[in-house]
């Protein structure tokens, strides 16, 4: 295995930039910097797009589910000993695995469709990725509402990921 530049992480190689050799990163007051994207090399566009994808949305998720149960639980308790911190960690790694599994799915779908496509990478992709992925995600959460959810989920999916690319070119 390699690395470029000095940055090493076992399976998978953080992208640093060319110019100064760093992981790319955002400054916060006091001087301390954190990273502003995970970003991963693989040695194939399709793995890195989707592991990459997977990663940093799986992170927003898993913060989202740290702060909201986190919340129901402060809020909703009057004794600070009554904090349960397994369920609000288990909450967390579960929204971190669902949204990171979404954005995958929806980020290789759309990468398998601008390459079918040659190349072209506009709102049809995104549509038709959206669609894709909602789809998905409805028929594997099983609530008893079948095909209904299904076709709902779709729509929403295409709709929402056709008016993210909408405003992406903005």
């Known amino acids: ?40 090399d693989l040695g194939n566009r399709l793995a890195n797009t989707v592991v990459d994808s997977f990663v940093n949305i799986g992170l927003v998720g898993a913060a989202h589910g740290l702060a909201k ?15 349960n911190f397994e369920k609000t960690a288990k909450d967390a790694a579960r929204q971190g695995l669902e949204w990171g599994a979404i ?38 959460t099983d609530d008893g509402r079948g095909n209904d959810k299904v076709a709902q989920s779709a729509l929403t999916g295409a709709a929402l990921a056709t008016a993210a690319e909408f405003l992406r070119d903005l």
Do not use: C
């Not at 090493?8 to 640093?16: E, S």
């Not at 390459?115 to 909602?134: F, H, K, Y």
């Open 1 to 40: 295995m390699h690395a470029r530049g000095k940055h090493f992480v076992p399976a998978l190689l953080l992208r640093t930039t060319m110019s100064t050799n760093r992981v790319s990163a955002t400054r916060v007051s006091g001087g301390w910097e954190a990273p502003s994207r995970i970003k991963v």
């Open 69 to 83: 149960e986190g919340l129901n639980q402060a809020v909703g308790s009057d004794n600070a000993k009554q904090f």
């Open 103 to 140: 954005s995958a799915v929806y980020t290789g779908v759309n990468y398998g469709l601008e390459q079918a496509r040659d190349g072209r990478r506009d709102w049809v992709n995104s549509l038709a990725a959206g669609a894709i992925t909602g789809a998905l995600y409805a028929a594997s």
